[in-house]
Nanobody, 126 residues
């Protein structure tokens, strides 16, 4: 069982930056692939970024590539999302997700993840 708690959301002006963090419980965090998703009002939840167990490999949606950076610290059981050059269309509730995997896997399908945080609101004003 893994519990995930996001933090770091807030209100920021367009062009600004925010750093989201997700703290995970448990002693086997390094065996979980991690992902960040977001859901804007009236829209489906969408993949933002994913990272392998070791942190060596990452993958981003085209809408955030070059602006967002996902990273993890397995010693601290945390995964982070650094968001730069924020745009109003980045406004959403952001969720971190986890799934135990046997190898270096990144999952972009939300239905493949087993554990979710409660979400943190990010609002970007124009």
């Amino acid at each position: 069982q893994v519990q995930l708690v996001e933090s770091g959301g807030g209100l920021v002006q367009a062009g600004g930056s925010l750093r989201l963090s997700c703290a995970a419980s448990g002693r086997t965090f390094s065996t979980y692939t991690m992902g960040w998703f977001r859901q804007a009002p009236g829209k489906e939840r969408e993949f933002v970024a994913g990272i392998t167990r070791s942190g060596r490999n990452t993958y981003y949606s085209s809408s955030v590539k070059g602006r967002f950076t996902i990273s993890r610290d397995n010693a601290k059981n945390t995964v982070s999302l650094q968001m730069n050059s924020l745009k109003p269309e980045d406004t959403a509730v952001y969720y971190c997700a986890a799934k135990w995997v046997a190898g270096p896997t990144i999952l972009i399908n939300q239905y493949e993840y087993d554990y979710w945080g409660q979400g943190t609101q990010v609002t970007v004003s124009s």
